[in-house]
Each structure stands twice: as structure tokens, then as C-alpha cells.
């Protein structure tokens, strides 16, 4: 097949379009035209009044050899790429099972990986299976109870569950290992519009059922699951001048013997950090953001971004992403912005407040949402430890809580009192989305100085890009502290710990990857690394295809 992109048509344009646009671009007539695939849709807004939708096509024609000869040159028109995903290695009989900590996006696919080349993967995870943890995670939402072990971050699904579900990144892997993440989802269950939108999302309520499906896919491959199981030390052992790891020491005071452990615990696992600072892995610290949640009205996003056009069901919730680098050197940017979503409890601890946005397939919710945020720096801002940063994360967390009243409702500002520095005592027209509900305060007590003067100073800018981004009835709600891991735990060429052989820094946690398709396309690499230290036989994996 050929590969046809940047084929543009109007939004409106009618279904006999698409293969006449490509028979003109191939310079073919119809007769010529076997079949096409829409391979990916876009949508191109910039000229809100003339929008456009974008084609990546693959066509079969009658001589495609002469075809592709004529436009040898053209970069637009190549051989349609081969996306299978290939095994790198198939277990031996005898294989040693590896351990997988965390069943978020990361550990769920190195597991899935694990077990479809025959390893019968054993996963750990300190919360509790999605239905269980769903039910968790709205006990805080709607009753201020707060689960420690299973809510938005822990349990099964990771803290992906409960959010946008977006489905992109800007990764970049000549592997197409994007493309099984999103062809194992399909199979679980998600649309099969995920495989060709530009931007595809799911929505938290699809994810709960393909995460119950993919976990059943495991266990039928001989992977077991282990929930409501912390894994709180290491057994490491030194040996021929070398760290190695031997065990897991469980919260229940039990032990389970391991020689390969993918480490996929998630951002928010902060205990389990420290405990890994404590048994001696090598982690160094990374720079994140700080900010609030920050809610408008999704028409008035819609109508800035498609003009008369918005409402169109081709086009969708209308998204956004702006940035703007301050006079006092911060970046502020816009962060997971959930179109038609909500803005959700997020916290893992008690006695703090975080926040997170989440959206459902629909995206058919009133308000849209994103991070607000302000880019910080270890050695700006949290020198020395390695895990400072966790200290300066949990400190604006606190001081979230006590603003919000100490009984898990979130602080929230009018973005009109906030550019005056004055406190809100009502909030106005927009009704923000936060449950279990908000307390107007001043959201300047909640935050660093520097990023309160930066926010500021954005807002007007973000206003001539986005018009209604700052009206003053626009909601602030605080705080946003989860953007990204504070931590990396620093690995090498072949994905383990620089000074821990056997251990598998994985996915967001760890530090190497942001939203669910990174770090699902990072848990498929660990997972192939790990077979190929095992020993595996890798002769007849090389043909292998994944079904």
C-alpha cells in the first residue's frame, strides 16, 4: 500500500471527496483506485472561518510500483510503513517469572508484554482492582474520606484511570510502539477511532472496562496479580563488585524472591521512594510544576479556536495549549487540559489537597479545565536531597488543605480577585466542577511567590491568545502539584538501575515518561529489556508478530 499525508479537504466537505482529492493528488483516475484507509484525521483551525480537515491516507491502486516511482521525491507519498509490533524474545520453558511493581499504564503493559512472550509476569500493586478503587476514589469525591491506599494514584489503572485519557504524545519511535499500545487498547475495548485521530482520547469510564479486560488477558497468559500488596524494602545483595537485587519485602511482613523487577510505581508513590533512596538506588531530582486548576466555560473555548464552526461533531471539544516564558525567568504553561471535563480530588495523603482534571469520552461536561502552572527547578528551587522536591510538593499541598477548611475541600479563586491580590469571598458565574466542593480564599497563601507573579503576569497574554481566558469570573482552584514525577531514578542503556542490576526504572515514576501512551510505550520497552536479560531464546522471536 501507499501512504498518502497531508491530504486537506474542507470541514465540510462531502464523503465522495476524500477519493477524488486522491486520485487528483496521485494523478490516477477512479478506475485506478482500489480501496483506501483513512490511516489519521486532524483538523487544521488556524483560519477559524476556513477550517480544515487533514488526511493521512493508505491507498492500494493498480501499479503501484510506477506510482511510487513517479513520486520518488516526494515525501508525501511513500510505501505505507509495516506498524506490527515484533517480540524481541520468547520465554524459555524454565523462565524465572519477573516481578512488575504498579499496574498503572507503565507496569500494566510491561506485564501484558511480559506474558504474551511467555514470562507469566507476577504483579504487584499496593491498591485495589479498578471497580474497588473507583469506589475508593468517590468515597473522597463525595464524602471527604480519604483512602491512603487505593484513590486517583494508587490501584489498579494507575493515575491515568482518572483523567482525559488522552492517548498522544510527542515520543518519537521508529518502532511504532504507539501503535500496539493503541491496538491492545482497541482490543480491550477502547473505539476503534482511537487508531486514527490525532489526537485520540478515551474517558475514565471506558478505561475502567479495558484495564478489567487487559488484566484478564494476562492472567490467561499465566500472569498473576497481586492487589492491596505495598512492597516496602528491597533485598539487595553484593556480589562480584556489583548491587544486586534478590528480593521484595512486603508490607505484611512477607517476602517474595525476585532477580527482575520492573519498577513502575507511579509519580505520587512518595513513601516508596524514600524507601528506594533508603535501600540504596541510585535517584536524583527532576523538575516538575506548580500551580492551580484552571476552569472556562468549554463554549467559550470552543468558540475562540473554531469560530462559527464550534459545535461541528467532526471537530469536538475544542482543546488549547499556550505558553509563556516570564520576566522573572518561570515558564507558565498549560498542562493536561481536559475539554468538557471536571476538575477532580487528586490527593494521596491526608491532610494535603492536589487537584488533577479528568474528562469522560463525551467530553460533554460545561466547563473545561487545565493546568495552570509554573515550571520549577531542583537547583533553583529545591537543592541538595534528592527528594526535596516531595518535601516542597507536600508543604503547598498542607497549606491547600488548611485554606480549603482542613476537610478536603479545595481552595478556589475568582482569576479577577486574584490578578488584584485580593481574596475572594463569593465566586461568580462560572460554577466550579470541584468535588467534594471549594472554599473562596486567596490562593497566593497556597503558592510559591514566584509562581503567584508569573501566573500573573501570564494571564493577560494567555487573554489576547484565548479571548475569555481572563475574565474575571474565570475559577482558580488549587493546587496542582502532580504534573510530573520529582524524581528520576537514573538507569542505563539496557533500562536498569544505574547501581542496582536486576531493577527496571519504568514510566512516570521513575521519571521517563508523561501520560498514559509514554509511559505504556516505556513499560513495552522495560518489558523487552527484561526478557533479554533473562537469557531469553530470541531465534524464533524475531519473526514474531503480535496477533
Given amino acids: 500500500m501507499i501512504r498518502l499525508t497531508e491530504l486537506s479537504l474542507p470541514l465540510h466537505h462531502a464523503d465522495e471527496a476524500l477519493p477524488a482529492a486522491i486520485c487528483r493528488r496521485l494523478r490516477i483516475t477512479p478506475r485506478e483506485l482500489v480501496r483506501h484507509v483513512v490511516a489519521r484525521r486532524a483538523h487544521d483551525a488556524r483560519d477559524k472561518g476556513d477550517i480544515k480537515l487533514v488526511y493521512s491516507v493508505d491507498v492500494n491502486v493498480r501499479d503501484e510500483a510506477a506510482i511510487l516511482n513517479r513520486f520518488r521525491k516526494d515525501r508525501q507519498v511513500q510505501r505505507?510503513?509495516?506498524?506490527?509490533?515484533?517480540?524481541?524474545?520468547?520465554?524459555?520453558?524454565?523462565?524465572?517469572?519477573?516481578?512488575?511493581?504498579?499496574?498503572?499504564?507503565?507496569?500494566?503493559?510491561?506485564?501484558?508484554?511480559?506474558?504474551?512472550?511467555?514470562?507469566?509476569?507476577?504483579?504487584?500493586?499496593?491498591?485495589?482492582?479498578?471497580?474497588?478503587?473507583?469506589?475508593?476514589?468517590?468515597?473522597?469525591?463525595?464524602?471527604?474520606?480519604?483512602?491512603?491506599?487505593?484513590?486517583?494514584?494508587?490501584?489498579?489503572?494507575?493515575?491515568?484511570?482518572?483523567?482525559?485519557?488522552?492517548?498522544?504524545?510527542?515520543?518519537?519511535?521508529?518502532?511504532?510502539?504507539?501503535?500496539?499500545?493503541?491496538?491492545?487498547?482497541?482490543?480491550?475495548?477502547?473505539?476503534?477511532?482511537?487508531?486514527?485521530?490525532?489526537?485520540?482520547?478515551?474517558?475514565?469510564?471506558?478505561?475502567?472496562?479495558?484495564?478489567?479486560?487487559?488484566?484478564?488477558?494476562?492472567?490467561?497468559?499465566?500472569?498473576?496479580?497481586?492487589?492491596?500488596?505495598?512492597?516496602?524494602?528491597?533485598?539487595?545483595?553484593?556480589?562480584?563488585?556489583?548491587?544486586?537485587?534478590?528480593?521484595?519485602?512486603?508490607?505484611?511482613?512477607?517476602?517474595?524472591?525476585?532477580?527482575?523487577?520492573?519498577?513502575?510505581?507511579?509519580?505520587?508513590?512518595?513513601?516508596?521512594?524514600a524507601m528506594l533512596q533508603a535501600a540504596g538506588v541510585h535517584v536524583e531530582a527532576k523538575p516538575f510544576s506548580i500551580g492551580v486548576r484552571i476552569e472556562h466555560p468549554q463554549g467559550w473555548i470552543d468558540r475562540a479556536r473554531f469560530g462559527a464552526n464550534a459545535g461541528h461533531p467532526m471537530l469536538g471539544a475544542a482543546e488549547y495549549h499556550i505558553s509563556h516564558h516570564c520576566s522573572n525567568g518561570r515558564t507558565v504553561y498549560s498542562f493536561c487540559m481536559c475539554p468538557g471535563g471536571t476538575v477532580v480530588a487528586a490527593t494521596s495523603e491526608e491532610g494535603r489537597v492536589a487537584t488533577n482534571g479528568m474528562s469522560q469520552y463525551s467530553r460533554n461536561e460545561r466547563n473545561a479545565n487545565s493546568g495552570f502552572v509554573v515550571a520549577i527547578d531542583p537547583a533553583r528551587d529545591y537543592p541538595g536531597d534528592p527528594l526535596a522536591g516531595i518535601a516542597l510538593q507536600r508543604h503547598w499541598e498542607e497549606r491547600a488543605f488548611v485554606a480549603g477548611g482542613s476537610c478536603y475541600k479545595a481552595p478556589a479563586q475568582r482569576l479577577g480577585d486574584f490578578l488584584a491580590g485580593r481574596a475572594s469571598t463569593a465566586l461568580g458565574s462560572i460554577v466550579p466542577s470541584y468535588k467534594p466542593g471549594v472554599t473562596p480564599t486567596d490562593l497566593a497563601e497556597c503558592l510559591p511567590d514566584f509562581a503567584v507573579a508569573a501566573m500573573r503576569e501570564a494571564v493577560p497574554v494567555f487573554g489576547r491568545q484565548i479571548p475569555g481566558y481572563d475574565h474575571p469570573d474565570v475559577v482558580m482552584t488549587g493546587v496542582e502539584t502532580r504534573t510530573s514525577s520529582p524524581v528520576r531514578f537514573t538507569r542505563d542503556e539496557a533500562f536498569q538501575s544505574l547501581n542496582?542490576?536486576?531493577?527496571?526504572?519504568?514510566?512516570?515514576?521513575?521519571?521517563?515518561?508523561?501520560?498514559?501512551?509514554?509511559?505504556?510505550?516505556?513499560?513495552?520497552?522495560?518489558?523487552?529489556?527484561?526478557?533479554?536479560?533473562?537469557?531469553a531464546s530470541t531465534a524464533d522471536a524475531q519473526s514474531a508478530v503480535a496477533a
Avoid at 500 to 526: C, H, M, N, Q, W
Fill in 80 to 273: 505505507t510503513p509495516d506498524t506490527r509490533y515484533r517480540f524481541v524474545a520468547q520465554a524459555p520453558e524454565d523462565a524465572a517469572r519477573p516481578v512488575v511493581i504498579g499496574a498503572g499504564p507503565c507496569g500494566l503493559f510491561a506485564g501484558l508484554i511480559l506474558a504474551q512472550m511467555g514470562y507469566r509476569p507476577i504483579i504487584l500493586d499496593r491498591g485495589k482492582v479498578v471497580r474497588e478503587r473507583t469506589k475508593d476514589t468517590w468515597g473522597l469525591w463525595r464524602r471527604s474520606v480519604l483512602n491512603p491506599e487505593s484513590n486517583v494514584q494508587f490501584g489498579e489503572g494507575g493515575a491515568g484511570t482518572f483523567s482525559d485519557g488522552k492517548l498522544y504524545s510527542r515520543i518519537k519511535d521508529g518502532r511504532h510502539l504507539d501503535r500496539k499500545v493503541l491496538t491492545e487498547f482497541v482490543k480491550a475495548g477502547a473505539p476503534p477511532e482511537i487508531l486514527t485521530e490525532a489526537h485520540p482520547h478515551i474517558g475514565t469510564f471506558r478505561l475502567v472496562t479495558m484495564v478489567e479486560s487487559m488484566r484478564a488477558t494476562i492472567e490467561e497468559l499465566g500472569g498473576e496479580y497481586r492487589f492491596s500488596t505495598r512492597v516496602d524494602g528491597l533485598d539487595v545483595v553484593e556480589a562480584a563488585g556489583e548491587r544486586r537485587i534478590r528480593g521484595l519485602h512486603l508490607h505484611d511482613g512477607g517476602y517474595l524472591a525476585a532477580s527482575h523487577v520492573v519498577l513502575a510505581i507511579g509519580h505520587s508513590a512518595r513513601d516508596s521512594f
Fill in 500 to 535: 542496582t542490576r536486576g531493577l527496571f526504572p519504568a514510566g512516570e515514576g521513575a521519571g521517563y515518561a508523561g501520560g498514559i501512551l509514554s509511559a505504556a510505550v516505556d513499560g513495552i520497552k522495560v518489558a523487552e529489556a527484561v526478557a533479554l536479560s533473562m537469557g
